[in-house]
């Protein structure tokens, strides 16, 4: 479960996010719409620990920004997936090391992590590029590569900070029905993007941010 | 296990992953524990050096004429006896004789019909004080002596080479700390500089929940690994220099000294580079760390 209890946050330059309430239960997939500086990344931020609200409480999955030590920061993480509209792909690892690095930071044996990495690779349709490194690789394909490794801890929660701003409409396309996939087994899905037509008419909660403030769209 | 053996490997397969930056640091590490280490064997043979020197001080002690050779040989029993002394060897009126007829090619004894060579005394002086020896008391003393006529030796070339040794003990290890200091913030900044390139693949690795102990332990075996290489190439070249020192000295000089490199050297030089390289791999890492 995702919260936010009035929460404010403001950069140095001024801009971030005014009183936000916001409630996205398990399993739901919830679109966050806006535009550019309208306080997107700083709303994913802060799900993901990287920024803490100056007034207000951010809870997800039991973790409450109010109570938090740095340590703790690291274990909210491993059940949070993340993808970003610039991938960050480790550019020195094959798609196989960057799919299977989660697995590695949570202790899974080597045979564990190597058929987990083969589902995953498997589900986002990028079988036989194990070795390619990231360069080798579309736009399109990193994304799915970034979702894979998003993916395969199999977290409660996928963020997905404009996940389709570098793509084309087919791979944008392809790309919001693969998270629709993995929402199916459970996952909740907060996915942010600017492009409203991608979206609409797909059933699920829109919100909207603009200049910070949050509603329902 | 696996978890640890993974960060392992993958600090190799860093130093794999980024061979140019390897090699830098390596050639870099190379190139400043070369100079460590020449300083190092500088400092270890120089009082080798000044014990081969101090074996050529030669003090030449004569007598006077009326000795007998009997009362001479009480003499040298005392200069033995004075500090610092290592041997007084003792040449009598007849093996004056003899190098005088070596050296001149005639016999004093057939230009003057006597013996007017008095017995003299070579003396030694000790070569293992570690402190620069003084040269004046042992010439005084072996001038109250009774019987001892004249004293000859190089008085001022053994005070210059004594105050030279003097300086080197005295300024070497500060010489050294300045130098192990500098290289030591070399590396310090040549690591930092290396992880600084690679500071988005730290901000990957936390946002996928790696803890701070995972992000930093690869950084630190491949800051171990490349120690461990460059040491390993900076030995074997400390010692075809010593090797090569040691031929030109034997072969083109008139000094029999031999230079040597202690094994003790190659580990105190892993320890120094490691312990630098994986305090600068842990501080560099931490500054990316948020």
Redesign the interface.
Known sequence: MIEFQNVSYSHNKGYGVNNLNMLIKNGDFTFLIGPTGSGKTTLMRLL?F?LFPDSGIVKVNGNSSNRMSIRDI?????N?G?VFQDY???S??NLFENIA??L???????NQIASRVDEAIELVGLEGKESHFPKELSGGEQQRASLA?AFI?EPDIILADEPTGNLDPVASFELVRLLETINETGTTVLMASHNYNLIKGRGRPIFELKNGILRVR | M??FF?LIIEGIK?TW??KATALTAIFSLFILLYIIGLISIAEKNSFKVLQYLRSKYKIEVFFSEDLTNEEAIGVIHKIKKIKGVKTATLIDKDDALRIFKDQFGESIIDLLGYNPLPASSVVNVERNIRRPLRIEPIIKEIKALSYVEEINYQGNLIKKIENIYKKIAEYIPYFSGIVIFVIGLIIYNMIKVSISSRR??I??????????L?IKLPFIFEAILISIISVSLVFPALILTSVGLNYLISNFTVYSLHLHVAPSLFLWLLILVTLVSVLASQRAVSIFL?
């Open positions: 993901y990287d690291s274990k909210a993480r491993i949070i993340m960050k792909l480790l020195d690892r690095l989660p590695h930071v949570m202790g899974f044996s080597s490794r801890k | 696996d978890k993974y860093n992953r980024h988005e693949t901000q990957s690795l936390q946002l996928i929940g790696a803890t701070k995972f948020k």
